[in-house]
């Protein structure tokens, strides 16, 4: 799996959009840019409707109407940042293809994205039951909760993945490599 998903990083890092976006002296930074930008005004958006569903603001609004107001602009800014997460791993694949962090992220995409689906579930089915409540049944707050710490784990492990702690070639442990996707050299 991992020669398979080094072979593509190669593959990519040598076409001309991959080598054009990481040399550009503009291009890669408004990327960049406007990844983070992106993330942080989507992560405000969900942080408010999850600080809602744990009772912990707004709690005399329905949970369904803060939800619905920013569900649109939310969606907008994920699809966004995750195009602009594409375009930043196609100016650097190989590297960040055999990056510790970026793994850890993806995990932990995948994970919020997840919870987000089940959860996303739950709210429209339950629509009206619990709605004014001041604080939101069990579930929903175990689903707010795990949603802001999957999001701190992306944000954390995407900034770290600038960082060459555990880069390939390096003096890691073997679980290190392992996990970082590191293949030898033949």
Request: contains cysteine; glycine residues 6%; aromatic residues 14%.
């Amino acid at each position: 799996m991992n020669s398979a998903l080094l072979q593509f990083a190669t593959w990519l890092s040598e076409r001309s959009f991959s080598v054009g976006l990481h040399e550009s002296f503009y291009m890669y930074n408004w990327i960049e840019t406007t990844h983070v930008m992106t993330l942080m005004l989507s992560f405000g958006m969900l942080a408010i409707v999850d600080l809602r569903m744990l009772g912990l603001a707004f709690a005399n609004v329905p949970a369904s109407k803060i939800a619905e107001r920013l569900d649109k602009p939310m969606l907008i800014g994920f699809s966004i940042m995750f195009i602009t997460g594409i375009l930043l791993f196609s100016a650097i694949p190989v590297r960040t293809t055999q990056s510790l962090w970026f793994r850890i992220k993806v995990i932990l995409l995948i994970a919020a994205a997840i919870n987000a689906w089940l959860f996303r579930g739950y709210l429209l089915a339950s629509k009206g039951s619990w709605d004014a409540d001041a604080v939101a049944p069990r579930r929903a707050r175990i689903a707010a909760g795990l949603s802001l710490a999957l999001w701190c784990g992306v944000i954390m492990t995407g900034r770290f993945i600038a960082y060459d702690w555990f880069d390939c070639g390096g003096n890691n442990p073997a679980f290190i490599d392992w996990a970082a996707g590191c293949v030898a050299a033949e």
